[in-house]
């Protein structure tokens, strides 16, 4: 073999070694970044995992699932609706039926009719107590309280500036009724409240056939709550369970931990609770209920009922009444904060245990 072949060989030899040698280290730095890079994802996920306030309730979406939990609580919720039975008697302008008639009852007389009404009011209520067939619930006041009287009155006609009664309303009864507790019949309100909206109902159940599981989560304190706090609430919009979520804004005073969520509720949430997590899923704490959803009333002209459409382009020329419709005002809500329910309790604890219920465990445990 010729020294010039040899020469080629020995050089091509060297070159073949260069690259071996350069595609080692790119694969060993290759390496090394992926181990470093796999570690440090490995850490930042187990810091993802770590869901603690140190005592404090979180401002932060749940990182562990919480489903079971929530699914547990929503087996306290109930839709209560109240129905209330009217009498109701019905004038002409031309008795001219004022208020004298009706406190000396002559205004029987002057009916020109007499009707039977029923009015009807639902919202949210949480089980808080079952024992020896004894059934408690925590809800809003406005729902159960419904007025003993109703009067409608004409508009003033011509010069006198009198308004003569139209429709009066004597209440003969009312009913409180429980959706999943029916066989309890009709609960009886044991404590209200009507300035803060909070009342306790209960029935003792002689032939319970329904499951009833009282709400087994601990109070919380309102006070701690801060701004952003991540809450829970459960109610009854429209007549079906749902459960949403908010973000609390506190008061700017706020002695008994006043505050308000921006959860998109519907009419039906009234007596809804409000839970918060401390330190996490599965702490829930109760911090307070739902009492309103804020809405406007509007009025409109409207046509008479069961007249045939008129098209848009046409005028109407027909006899016109009054229709009224809400615009809620989402993320604007009205709630009380527990401790003003744990207030409640004690002003009115005496009538509860009267009426053959003891509810310490629940208002007053933890909370003295």
């Not at 009380?336 to 009538?351: A, C, G, L, M, N």
């Amino acid at each position: 073999m010729s020294p010039y072949r040899n020469d080629i060989f020995s050089k091509s030899g060297t070159l073949s070694l260069a690259k071996v040698w350069s595609k080692t280290c790119i694969c060993f730095i290759s390496l090394l970044f992926l181990l470093v890079f796999t570690g440090c994802v490995k850490n930042k996920i187990g810091t993802a995992k770590k869901e603690t306030n140190h005592g404090r309730y979180g401002s932060e979406f749940p990182t562990r699932n919480a489903s079971d939990e929530i699914e547990e609580i929503t087996r306290s919720v109930k839709k209560v609706y109240s129905v209330s039975h009217y009498t109701t008697y019905q004038f002409r302008q031309e008795a001219k039926i004022t208020g004298y008639q009706i406190q000396n009852g002559t205004y029987k007389k002057a009916a020109w009719g007499v009707i039977s009404t029923n009015e009807t009011v639902f919202g949210t209520a949480t089980v808080i107590g079952f024992s020896n067939s004894q059934v408690a619930l925590l809800t809003c006041a406005h729902i159960v309280n419904s007025p003993d009287t109703l009067i409608n009155y004409f508009e003033p006609a011509g010069e006198n500036p009198t308004r003569y009664i139209q429709r009066f309303s004597v209440k003969e009864k009312q009913e409180n009724w429980v959706k999943d507790i029916s066989s309890c019949g009709s609960f009886q309100i044991l404590a209200i409240d009507i300035p803060n909206d909070i009342a306790i109902l209960g029935k003792k159940c002689e032939t319970l056939t329904d499951t009833v599981v009282p709400f087994s989560y601990p109070s919380g304190r309102a006070k701690e709550l801060t701004w952003g706090s991540f809450v829970y609430v459960f109610g009854y919009p429209m007549g079906g369970m749902v459960v949403t979520r908010g973000i609390v804004s506190p008061a700017a005073k706020r002695p008994m931990g006043e505050f308000s969520v921006d959860a998109l509720l519907n009419k039906g949430f009234s007596g809804g609770i409000i839970v918060a997590l401390r330190d996490g899923v599965p702490n829930f704490e109760l911090v307070g209920m739902v009492i309103t959803v804020n809405s406007s009333r509007e009025e409109f002209l409207k046509p008479a009922s069961g007249q045939p459409h008129t098209p848009d382009w046409f005028p109407y020329k027909g006899e016109m009444f009054v229709g009224k419709s809400d615009n809620i005002q989402y993320g604007l809500n009205a709630v009380v904060p527990f401790e003003s329910i744990i207030d409640f309790y004690k002003t009115h604890r005496q009538d509860v245990i009267a009426n053959g219920y003891n509810l310490d465990g629940f208002f007053l445990e933890g909370n003295k």
